[in-house]
């Protein structure tokens, strides 16, 4: 089992930043691939962007490629997902995923189905 519990969300304006963490516990990271999804009112949930925890490889979906950047920290057993330029459209709730589905396979996992556990999520606004 692995418990995420994200934390960074709030209200923004177009144009600034923020910088979203995960917090996870409960097993060695280095056996997980993690990613972020985000669901905006009345959207499905979408991929953002996953990382291979044991090596920091990184997949991003092409619509923050070069907006946002994940990234983790060993020692604290933290993701993160620091946000740049930040849009209106870029509002919904940010959810931290871990998988082990993928973890051996060369691709990183960019499907909901792909992940096992989820975190409760954290609301991100971004006013213009």
């Known amino acids: 089992q692995v418990q995420l519990v994200e934390s960074g969300g709030g209200l923004v304006q177009a144009g600034g930043s923020l910088r979203l963490s995960c917090a996870a516990s409960?097993?060695?990271?280095?056996?997980?691939?993690m990613g972020w999804f985000r669901q905006a009112p009345g959207k499905e949930r979408e991929f953002v962007v996953s990382?291979?925890?044991?090596?920091?490889?990184?997949f991003y979906a092409d619509s923050v490629k070069g907006q946002f950047t994940i990234s983790r920290d060993n020692a604290q057993n933290t993701l993160y997902l620091q946000m740049n330029s930040l849009k209106p459209e870029d509002t919904a709730v940010y959810y931290c995923?871990?998988?082990?589905?993928?973890?051996?396979?060369?691709?990183?996992?960019?499907?909901?189905?792909?992940?096992?556990?989820w975190g409760q999520g954290t609301q991100v606004t971004v006013s213009s």
């Open positions: 990382i291979r925890w044991s090596t920091g490889r990184t």
């Open positions: 409960g097993r060695t990271l280095n056996l997980y691939d």
């Open positions: 995923a871990a998988g082990q589905r993928y973890v051996l396979r060369q691709l990183l996992p960019d499907k909901e189905s792909d992940y096992d556990y």
